[in-house]
């Protein structure tokens, strides 16, 4: 499940190799930035955040840069483009890191650092490109989208054993129509404040662009929920999800949804999923000539008036 579309891993193998054997131009506080796209197992992972104690996807990630770069005292400012939950999978993350011209040289004749990245990882993380990033880029930041699978097996379904680390099971039976009915209450610019962990000074106001809702019938009847917006917030995705079955299950109706919705309150909100099923698929990003605007409209705080 870590690996992306053949054609997209070749192309970005291929402008790997092209982008390490020119000049750095581009530099962020005297450091030049480079792009790592990766994928991991999220099983044995207490998310991908460092946590003191806990084994993570960044820490893992850290140690192996630390083989070829050297010790950094501030994890080389990496920048995820969305931090997953415990247990929580992807097949396609993307994290910027900041060199300096004395790690750069480290990197020697061999241009293939993904390689040698992936010498040093676990075996549930896997490097698919390591390249220059183009003026303005930021991991976070200029993402324009980030993309989500949840995978589902309700009584219906059929897990393949080879595939039960990346499925939720539910010992029950879920009305897919109905499903579909709750996803467009959600579809649009709202405040999910009823559907988030709040941050301070964070907003809570986001844009969904899709929820897709299907059952798999090449897969054991599996049923998948796409979601794709701009951004997500802390637990937001298993939150909605969590809707979506309450009122397939008949705990709660359409209505409940769109009102808790308007309520942007956590407060008696419906139960968050659990992790295991849940994958970010793709991190979109503009042209490079857009990614620092991009990146300085993600950064302002969004409220529903703008839109």
Do not use: W
């Not at 992306?4 to 450091?31: I, N, Q, Y």
């Not at 030049?32 to 197992?41: E, K, L, V």
């Amino acid at each position: 499940m870590l690996q992306p579309k053949r054609h997209l891993l070749l192309k970005k193998r291929a402008s790997s190799t092209k982008e390490m054997t020119k000049p750095v131009d581009h530099k962020v506080d005297g450091f030049s930035r480079y792009r790592i796209d990766f994928g991991y197992d999220g099983t044995d992972f207490a998310g991908f955040a460092k946590q003191p104690g806990f084994r993570t996807v960044q820490s893992e990630l850290v140690k192996a840069l630390e083989v070829i770069f050297g010790k950094s005292s501030k994890d080389f400012g990496m920048r995820v483009a969305g931090r997953t939950d415990a247990g929580v999978h992807a097949q396609h993350q993307v994290v910027h890191i900041d060199l300096s011209a004395s790690q750069i040289k480290r990197i020697g004749r061999n241009p293939d650092v993904a390689s040698r990245v992936n010498t040093a990882l676990p075996e549930d993380i896997r490097v698919f490109s390591f390249e220059k990033a183009p003026a303005g880029f930021d991991a976070r930041y200029s993402a324009s989208f980030r993309r989500y699978r949840f995978r589902i097996a309700d009584k219906s379904s059929f897990v393949d054993p080879l595939q039960i680390r990346y499925v939720l099971r539910l010992k029950v039976d879920l009305d897919i129509g109905l499903m579909r009915s709750a996803a467009k209450k959600m579809v649009g610019v709202h405040d999910f404040g009823a559907f988030c962990k709040a941050r301070a000074g964070a907003s809570t106001v986001r844009r969904i662009r899709y929820i897709k809702i299907k059952r798999n019938p090449k897969d054991g009847n599996i049923v998948e929920i796409e979601l794709k917006g701009d951004a997500f917030c802390h637990n937001m995705v298993r939150a909605l999800t969590g809707a979506l079955v309450a009122v397939a299950r008949g705990r709660a109706t359409v209505s409940d949804v769109s009102d808790r919705l308007k309520s942007a309150n956590r407060a008696g909100s419906f139960k968050v999923l659990g992790p295991r099923g849940l994958s970010l698929i793709e991190v979109g990003y503009p042209r490079d000539e857009l990614l620092a605007e991009q990146a300085e409209k993600a950064r302002r705080l969004r409220s529903l008036d703008e839109n």
